[in-house]
């Protein structure tokens, strides 16, 4: 059986301690787990220390596969490792090193020795596949590992002299949500999920809402550091039918209110509520620079937001810190935008959507995430943020990149008449109209971005370097 090597290092500037405990904290998998993966987890007993397991399905295409790993070699603070027990290797033993480079930076060493099935043959075959796709999924786990530990380390929470939160989020199933939880938990944060499923008296973790029946447990906000409320009906679920738009507005105004209005009847409320709102604010303005200070724009969207911005006012009276997330579009190859495009892309169907001269002012996942707990930590920020990369492309521009980063042809645009024809009015509003919007709230209270242009969003996002 040939055995091969692979290792990665990287330098984190914080101390080895933290990068240590950040793997050792639920969410931390999640969070290494690349989103071009199809990884579900079956089973997991433990976390980091000797005798842990995790049973995992892994997909390819129509097939799958499970993978078995145990844990051992533990090291407080310096090691662990995880070795295949039944998977898709012949041989997997990998080797997770942090070793301490003075007092506030460490060396984080990833050591794989792994053979592939099928002795020299199955070497000969797949053996380099096998090393890029190591390759690809370490460049990837190695940059969420540094932003992640240099987020929570650089900016902790500290109001009620600890580092550690106590989070209410809503729409955690959701895109944002749903990358948000895990970043939290491995920061060491204790994260709770608003729920519409009554949960059983005994369990942790979840507090129950109706909002469209104007009912909430009360009980469950109370002592709260932050909560994030980012629920609300998906916008291009389908034709936008005037049922549809009744639900969207409603699913945003009428649930911000009343998470407002109990928020403000807490005997110990919150200190921050981030709550979501979209760049749709400000409606289709061509190639003007817009910030946080722009006036409100026309149609459908704008006017949601409006309604949903002001829907806060209760906890904003109350004394709560209101951060208003004006959010752009989010770039995942997990749900989004990004997702419907990936397909006819990748067939090199893609193209520009009508002229291509409007403005598309987008961000990557990890960088919503981001933007959202350095709003939960930064005082000084209240009232409408902008969640947006640095620099807004134009569609031709964002086609193009897709395209160079994917290596395929983009030239099929989709006319307007068509995108109308196909979508109705939201064609007009989300396809169609444009929004030069600038981050500047977000850079001039110390934000850095993770992945500042479009290419290096998508290059992050699938794994394409």
């Known amino acids: 059986m040939k055995t091969q090597i692979f290792?990665?290092?990287?330098?984190?500037?914080?101390?080895?301690?933290?990068?240590?405990?950040?793997?050792?904290?639920?969410?931390?998998?999640?969070?290494?787990?690349?989103?071009?993966?199809?990884?579900?987890?079956?089973?997991?007993?433990?976390?980091?220390?000797?005798?842990?397991?995790?049973?995992?399905?892994?997909?390819?295409g129509p097939f799958s596969r499970q993978w078995i790993a145990e844990h051992y070699g533990y090291e407080e603070g310096r090691q662990f490792r995880d070795v295949q027990v039944t998977g898709p290797f012949a041989r997997w033993n990998h080797t997770h090193r942090i070793e301490p480079q003075?007092?506030?930076?460490?060396?984080?060493?990833?050591?794989?020795?792994?053979?592939?099935?099928?002795?020299?043959?199955?070497?000969?075959?797949?053996?380099?596949?096998?090393?890029?796709?190591?390759?690809?999924?370490?460049?990837?786990?190695h940059a969420v590992t540094y932003g992640d530990v240099l987020a929570h380390y650089a900016r902790p929470y500290s109001e009620s002299g600890g580092v550690s939160m106590k989070v209410l989020v809503s729409g955690a199933s959701g895109l944002v949500g749903s990358a948000l939880l895990p970043f939290l938990s491995a920061g060491g944060h204790s994260v709770a999920r608003l729920v519409r499923?009554?949960?059983?008296?005994?369990?942790?973790?979840?507090?129950?809402?109706?909002?469209d029946s104007g009912s909430i447990d009360q009980a469950?906000?109370?002592?709260?550091?932050?909560?994030?409320?980012?629920?609300?009906?998906?916008?291009?679920?389908?034709?936008?039918?005037?049922?549809?738009?009744?639900?969207?507005?409603?699913?945003?105004?009428?649930?911000?209110?009343?998470?407002?209005?109990?928020?403000?009847?807490?005997?110990q409320p919150p200190k921050v509520l981030v709550s979501a709102s979209?760049?749709?604010?400000?409606?289709?303005?061509?190639?003007?620079?817009?910030?946080?200070?722009?006036?409100?724009?026309?149609?459908?969207?704008?006017?949601?937001?409006?309604?949903?911005?002001?829907?806060?006012e209760p906890a904003t009276q109350k004394g709560i810190r209101t951060v208003l997330l004006r959010i752009g579009v989010v770039l995942s190859s997990t749900g989004g935008a990004l997702k419907r495009m990936l397909l006819p892309f990748k067939l090199g169907l893609g193209g520009v959507v009508g002229d291509g001269k409007q403005y598309m002012s987008c961000i990557g996942l990890d960088d919503a995430i981001g933007a959202i707990h350095h709003t939960i930590v930064t005082d000084s920020l209240?009232?409408?943020?902008?969640?947006?990369?640095?620099?807004?492309?134009?569609?031709?521009?964002?086609?193009?990149?897709?395209g160079k980063v994917l290596g395929r042809p983009t030239i099929f645009p989709m006319p307007a008449?068509?995108?109308?024809?196909?979508?109705?009015?939201?064609?007009?509003?989300?396809?169609?109209?444009s929004a030069r919007v600038e981050a500047r709230k977000l850079l001039e209270s110390g934000y850095t971005f993770r992945s500042p242009t479009l290419e290096s969003i998508l290059r992050h996002g699938l794994g394409m370097s």
């Open 278 to 312: 979209a760049i749709g604010y400000y409606g289709n303005r061509g190639d003007e620079v817009l910030t946080e200070e722009s006036a409100l724009g026309t149609g459908f969207l704008a006017e949601v937001c409006r309604d949903w911005e002001a829907a806060v």
């Open 382 to 402: 209240s009232g409408p943020v902008n969640v947006v990369s640095p620099q807004a492309v134009t569609n031709r521009e964002y086609t193009q990149a897709l």
């Open 220 to 267: 469950g906000l109370e002592g709260l550091d932050a909560v994030v409320h980012l629920a609300g009906e998906n916008i291009a679920s389908g034709r936008w039918t005037p049922e549809l738009k009744r639900r969207i507005l409603d699913s945003r105004v009428n649930g911000t209110r009343l998470l407002s209005e109990a928020l403000a009847k807490c005997a």
């Open 197 to 211: 499923t009554r949960p059983p008296a005994n369990q942790e973790g979840q507090v129950f809402w109706a909002p």
């Open 417 to 433: 008449f068509a995108a109308r024809l196909a979508f109705g009015e939201m064609a007009d509003e989300l396809l169609l109209s």
């Open 102 to 141: 003075g007092l506030d930076s460490c060396i984080l060493e990833d050591r794989i020795e792994d053979a592939l099935p099928g002795g020299q043959l199955g070497q000969m075959v797949a053996g380099a596949f096998a090393k890029k796709k190591l390759e690809r999924l370490f460049t990837y786990r």
């Open 7 to 60: 290792s990665r290092r990287l330098r984190i500037p914080a101390p080895a301690t933290d990068v240590f405990q950040w793997h050792a904290r639920p969410g931390a998998f999640e969070r290494l787990t690349p989103p071009w993966e199809a990884v579900e987890i079956l089973e997991r007993s433990g976390g980091i220390e000797n005798g842990a397991r995790v049973v995992l399905r892994m997909r390819l």
